[in-house]
C-alpha cells in the first residue's frame, strides 16, 4: 500500500508517540515500519491510545504486536479491472482462506471509514472473495493467481473436482458463511455499496444455490472428497459422499473450521452461522437483489434454523440437553467441541444467540468440561483444542473466545493472564500449545489468533475497562 505523505506524517507520528520506531519494534516484535506489508494511519492510532490504557506494559507489548499482525505481515493489494484487490493469506501458508481472511480483518471494521487505504483494503477483500467463490463454493482456500494450480503440498493428489484458482477444496458451511458476515460488516459499518457490484451479487446468489443443493433433499449433489492420508480427519466415508443422513433441511457440512472431516455431516455450529448469514444476506437484498431473492434467504433461514432446534440437540449422561455439535437427523448426535469458530463456545460471538440464552449457557458449561473430549486441563492451562492438532493441545482461541463471550470478570481475567503466560516468549499467539508446557507450540505465524487476541484487548477496555 503506497501511503499519501499526509498518511505518512500521522503513521509515524502515532509510531513515535509510542517510543520511535525502532525501540517501539524492539518492545512489541512488529517488524519496522518499512517492512510492514500494510500500514494504516486509523489502526496506528488505535494502537497508541489502546496501550494508553493498559497499565500491564507486558499486555500492551503483546496487544502491539498482535492486533496488528494481519496488516504487518499478511496482506497483499493491487488493482484488478480498475478495482481494489486484497490477498490476505492466514500467515505461514501462502494461500487465502474465505474463513480465515474474513475473521482476520474483522476487528479493524469499526475503523474502515476513517481511512481510505483501509476502506480499500475491505473492498478488495469483499470483491476477491466473490470472485473465489465464482470459481467453486465448494473450495475453502484459493491460490493468489485464479489460473495456477494448488502450491499446497497435501492437495496435489485429492480425489475431487480441483479446478485452477483452488488450493484446497474441502467443502466448509463456514468458508461462505464469513464472506457474507464480513460483507455485511462492512457495510453496516461504513454504508459503502462499492463493492457489492453485479459479481458480488452473482457469487452470493452462487452461496444460496450451494447451501439449498447442500440439503441434498433429492440427491448426493455434485460435491464428493477423498484424499490419500493417514488420518481419518482428512477422509469422507462412503466414496466421498459422508456419512449417511435423514433430509431434515440441515445443510450437509464435508468438513469443520478446523479443516477435518465431519464424523457426522450436520455440523451444528455451522448450520446455525448460515441461518444467521441467510437473515444477513437477505437485509441487504436492496442492494441490487430482488423481492424473490430475499424471500428465499428468508425460508431458507428459516428452515435451518427450525431443523436445528428439532435435530440439532443433544443429552448429555445427566439428561442435561446442550447443543449438538454434529448430527445426521436419525436421532443421532455427538457432543464434543473444537477451538475453531464457529464453534458451541462461540454461538454469540457470531451473533447466533445472547450470552444469557439458557440454552447456550448450559452449552458453554458443558464444552469447558470433561463432557467434551477435547477440553483439556494440565499444569500450564486448560482450555478447547479439537482432533486438528491432537490430544492435550489447547488453541489459544478457545481461551479468546471464552473471554470475548463473557461477563464473568474472574472468567476473563483468567484467559487473559493464561494467554500472556503461554506465548513461549514469542509476543504472540499460536495455533495450539501443550496443556503441561506452552514451550511446544504449533505455528508460531497465525494471523487470525493474533488478531483476534487484539480484538479481545479492545473489546475488555471497552467492556470492562476496570481490569485493563
Not at 466415508?237 to 472431516?261: E, Q
Not at 452449552?363 to 482450555?383: I, L
Not at 516468549?425 to 497465525?446: A, I, N, V
Request: proline share 6%; glycine share 6%.
Amino acid at each position: 500500500m503506497k501511503l499519501s505523505k499526509r498518511e505518512m506524517l500521522v503513521t509515524l507520528a502515532a509510531i513515535m508517540a509510542s517510543g520511535g520506531a525502532k525501540a517501539d519494534t524492539a518492545r512489541s516484535g512488529r517488524p519496522p515500519i518499512g517492512e510492514r506489508k500494510f500500514v494504516s494511519p486509523a489502526i496506528e492510532q488505535v494502537i497508541t491510545q489502546t496501550k494508553k490504557k493498559l497499565k500491564d506494559k507486558s499486555l500492551a507489548a503483546l496487544f502491539e504486536t498482535c492486533f496488528p499482525n494481519t496488516l504487518d505481515t499478511t496482506v497483499t493489494t493491487s488493482v484488478i479491472n480498475g478495482k481494489p484487490d486484497t490477498f490476505i493469506i492466514t500467515g505461514d501458508i501462502d494461500a487465502i482462506w474465505l474463513r480465515d481472511s474474513s475473521a482476520q480483518v474483522w476487528p479493524y471494521l469499526p475503523y474502515a471509514s476513517r481511512d481510505k487505504a483501509l476502506t480499500q483494503l475491505f473492498q478488495g477483500l469483499i470483491g476477491r472473495q466473490a470472485r473465489c467463490i465464482l470459481i467453486d463454493p465448494y473450495a475453502n482456500a484459493f491460490m493468489r493467481d485464479p489460473a495456477a494450480k494448488s502450491n499446497l503440498e497435501w492437495s496435489q493428489e485429492d480425489d475431487t473436482e480441483m479446478k485452477p484458482g483452488v488450493a484446497e477444496r474441502k467443502w466448509e458451511i463456514d468458508s461462505l458463511c464469513y464472506p457474507i458476515r464480513l460483507a455485511h460488516g462492512y457495510w453496516k459499518a461504513t454504508g459503502d455499496t462499492a463493492p457489492f457490484d453485479a459479481e458480488w451479487r452473482q457469487a452470493m446468489q452462487t452461496v444460496v444455490t450451494t447451501f439449498k443443493t447442500q440439503q441434498r433433499k433429492t440427491d448426493p449433489g455434485p460435491y464428493r472428497f477423498m484424499r490419500k492420508a493417514t488420518s481419518s480427519n482428512e477422509m469422507m466415508p462412503l466414496n466421498g459422499y459422508g456419512a449417511p443422513t435423514k433430509k431434515v433441511g440441515l445443510i450437509h457440512s464435508g468438513f469443520r473450521p478446523s479443516d477435518d472431516a465431519c464424523v457426522l455431516p450436520f455440523l451444528i455450529p455451522s448450520n446455525l452461522f448460515a441461518a444467521v448469514s441467510l437473515r444477513q444476506l437477505a437485509e441487504m437484498s436492496g442492494l441490487g437483489f430482488d423481492a424473490t431473492f430475499r424471500a428465499e434467504c428468508s425460508d431458507l433461514a428459516n428452515e435451518i434454523g427450525t431443523a436445528a432446534a428439532q435435530y440439532g440437540k443433544h443429552r448429555l449422561p445427566d439428561g442435561t440437553i446442550v447443543w449438538a455439535y454434529e448430527a445426521d437427523g436419525f436421532g443421532n448426535t455427538l457432543f464434543m467441541d473444537d477451538a475453531n469458530v464457529p464453534s458451541l463456545l462461540g454461538l454469540p460471538y457470531l451473533d447466533i444467540c445472547e450470552k444469557t440464552d439458557p440454552l447456550y449457557q448450559t452449552t458453554r458449561a458443558a464444552v469447558w468440561s470433561d463432557a467434551n473430549p477435547y477440553f483439556f486441563k494440565g499444569r500450564a492451562a486448560e482450555g478447547i483444542g479439537g482432533p486438528h492438532i491432537g490430544m492435550d493441545m489447547i488453541w489459544p482461541m478457545s481461551l479468546i473466545m471464552r473471554a470475548l463471550t463473557s461477563d464473568d470478570e474472574v472468567e476473563i481475567t483468567a484467559s487473559i493472564n493464561t494467554l500472556k503466560a503461554t506465548t513461549a516468549d514469542t509476543g504472540f499467539m499460536h495455533e495450539s500449545f501443550h496443556k503441561d508446557d506452552p514451550t511446544k507450540f504449533t505455528r508460531p505465524w497465525f494471523a487470525w489468533a493474533n488478531t483476534l487476541f487484539g480484538e479481545l484487548v479492545l473489546d475488555i477496555t471497552r467492556r470492562k475497562s476496570k481490569l485493563m
